[in-house]
């Protein structure tokens, strides 16, 4: 499974590595090429995850603000609702073509 933003992996794992939550693939953070995400100040909390880390992904130069996002710390409900502890695994918007 690939993320690739304007022709560039920004993230790869395995299939078997990502998890499938909401119809986004969560990439371990080991996946993500290292450099391109920033930390965003953008809030928000999901009613049944947790609070939620949005990333603006640095691309050559540019910055694609809120194009990646976490949850460090999810909900252990939520842990047990998806299956699999998904702690800083990364998904991105649907700008970022996601597939293998």
């Known amino acids: 499974m690939r993320a690739v933003l304007a022709g560039t992996v920004i993230a ?13 693939h969560y990439f371990p953070p080991s996946a993500v090429r290292e450099g391109v995400l920033v930390d965003s100040p953008t809030p928000y909390t999901c009613p049944w995850k947790g609070v939620c880390q949005y990333y603006s992904v640095v691309l ?11 949850y460090p710390d999810p909900k252990p409900s939520a842990i047990d609702r998806v299956g699999r502890d998904f702690s800083g695994y990364v998904a991105f918007d649907p700008r970022v073509r996601v597939g293998a």
């Open 12 to 24: 790869e794992a395995d299939d078997a590595e990502t998890i499938m939550i909401e119809g986004n």
């Open 60 to 70: 050559d130069g540019a910055s694609h603000a809120d194009y990646a996002w976490a």
